[in-house]
Nanobody, 126 residues
Framework: HVQLVESGGGSVQPGGSLTLSCKVS????????MGWFRQAPGKEREAVAA????????YVADSVKGRFTISRDKAENTLHLQMNSLQPEDTAMYYC????????????????????RGQGTQVTVS
């Protein structure tokens, strides 16, 4: 069972920046795909970005491309999501998730295969 501990999030004005972090622990898997998805009230879950550790492949949603950057600190087994130029439509609960199976073809596939997730952290842009 993979444990995920999230940090970061908060409230910012439009155009501001935030960084989310997710530390992965309690896993013996050497390769997995970890990333972030978000869900706003009344809206469907949306995959934001993910990183497959085996090949260092990253996946980024078109809605955040050019504004959000995903990176991994291998030594700390921590995933970071740097969010710049935040807009009100980015307001949501952000969750860190891990898929310990085969590398996904795309973000939509990854978010469906998530087998562990964090508790979520709120991001509010207003």
């Amino acid at each position: 069972h993979v444990q995920l501990v999230e940090s970061g999030g908060g409230s910012v004005q439009p155009g501001g920046s935030l960084t989310l972090s997710c530390k992965v622990s309690s896993t013996t898997k050497l390769t997995f795909c970890m990333g972030w998805f978000r869900q706003a009230p009344g809206k469907e879950r949306e995959a934001v970005a993910a990183h497959y550790t085996g090949t260092a492949t990253t996946y980024v949603a078109d809605s955040v491309k050019g504004r959000f950057t995903i990176s991994r600190d291998k030594a700390e087994n921590t995933l970071h999501l740097q969010m710049n130029s935040l807009q009100p439509e980015d307001t949501a609960m952000y969750y860190c998730g891990v898929d310990t199976g085969a590398p996904p073809e795309n973000l939509d596939e990854w978010v469906q295969w998530i087998d562990s997730r964090g508790q979520g952290t709120q991001v509010t842009v207003s």
